[in-house]
């Protein structure tokens, strides 16, 4: 992001800089025209660094760091048959419930599900540190599979290194893979996209489908007069079919993320992509706003 505002914040000085020199007045009268709009950019640049600037009062805190790590621990398969050291320091310090539950819906997610005396301990501290009125909300999280006790066939580990959902050497800097959205974590939703874009698209995933929750079908539609795709040069005199590029439309039931949203943005933002991604779904939601919505705390007495 730094990169990207010093290189806008040089262009913009760069721009303004241009009326200093000898200018005719046809030139005067374009640079008169392009002002209001250079001074807009110029505003929006400043409240970009103003907003950049107060990300990075929080994600170089301590506190965001451990919990950043912990998440990672958890994608890259470290010690997910164990209680976290991590999670039992923010049910001591009772960090908010709804930071403790993601950490812990996620470790089930990762390990598929927990072994029965580390869920009941987790149970346990949560009741015992923040009262039992929330009993409720572990279980509205068992009815929904977030939290569940481990099964025999550990889906996560299988899934993770046949689609590559971690890619630990990523740049953040100059990305080339979606991984980037979550520094080590790719979102499944953009790796199956990504797959789906390809020549063969989900048949080579045949091994990949029946690990995944729910059914799974693959069909082509050819739809006459095909939209063309925005931002290709010669989108007005072409149709997606002329070009040979694709429009494919993921549709979020539940909803998702704006991490999800980026990923699909990089795939079809790719020189050798030849795919337009339409993104539908029923609601924006990130971590905290997903567990929050399964929270039901009885009224405390």
Avoid at 71 to 83: G, N, R, S
Avoid at 167 to 193: C, F, I, K, Q, W
Avoid at 210 to 216: A, M, V
Wanted: with cysteine; charged share 25%; hydrophobic share 40%.
């Amino acid at each position: 992001v730094g990169a990207a505002l010093s290189r806008k914040a040089k262009l913009i000085s760069s721009q303004l800089e241009e009326r200093r020199g000898e200018k005719t007045i046809q030139e005067m009268k374009q640079f008169v025209a392009r002002l209001p709009h250079m001074l807009a950019t110029k505003k929006s640049l400043a409240t970009h660094t103003t907003i950049a600037e107060m990300i990075k009062e929080v994600t170089d805190t301590d506190q965001f760091m451990d919990f950043l790590d912990c998440q990672q621990e958890m994608m890259l398969c470290v010690d997910t048959d164990k209680v976290q050291p991590y999670i039992e320091d923010c049910i001591a310090h009772k960090e908010p419930l709804v930071k403790v539950l993601r950490l812990i819906c996620m470790q089930s997610a990762t390990n598929s599900g927990l072994k029965p005396k580390v869920l009941d301990y987790y149970k346990r501290e949560i009741v015992q540190a923040y009262g039992f009125h929330h009993l409720l909300t572990l279980i509205n999280l068992e009815k929904a599979g977030l939290l569940k006790v481990q099964e025999r066939q550990r889906v996560y580990p299988v899934v993770r290194k046949l689609l590559r959902l971690t890619v630990e050497d990523g740049s953040e800097v100059a990305p080339t893979d979606v991984s980037y959205v979550h520094s080590v974590y790719a979102p499944l939703s953009a790796r199956l996209a990504q797959h789906l874009a390809r020549a063969g698209g989900w048949r080579g995933l045949a091994d990949v489908l029946p690990l995944l929750p729910g059914p799974s079908f693959e069909e082509t539609q050819t739809i006459p007069g095909q939209p063309t795709r925005r931002g290709s040069i010669d989108s007005k005199h072409s149709t997606a079919s002329d070009t040979g590029s694709k429009v494919i439309l993921v549709f979020f039931l539940g909803g998702c993320t704006f991490a999800e949203i980026s990923a699909l943005r990089f795939l079809s933002q790719q020189p050798d992509s030849n795919v337009e991604f339409l993104i539908a779904t029923t609601k924006l939601i990130n971590g905290n706003s997903f567990i929050e919505s399964l929270m039901e705390p009885l009224p405390q007495v």
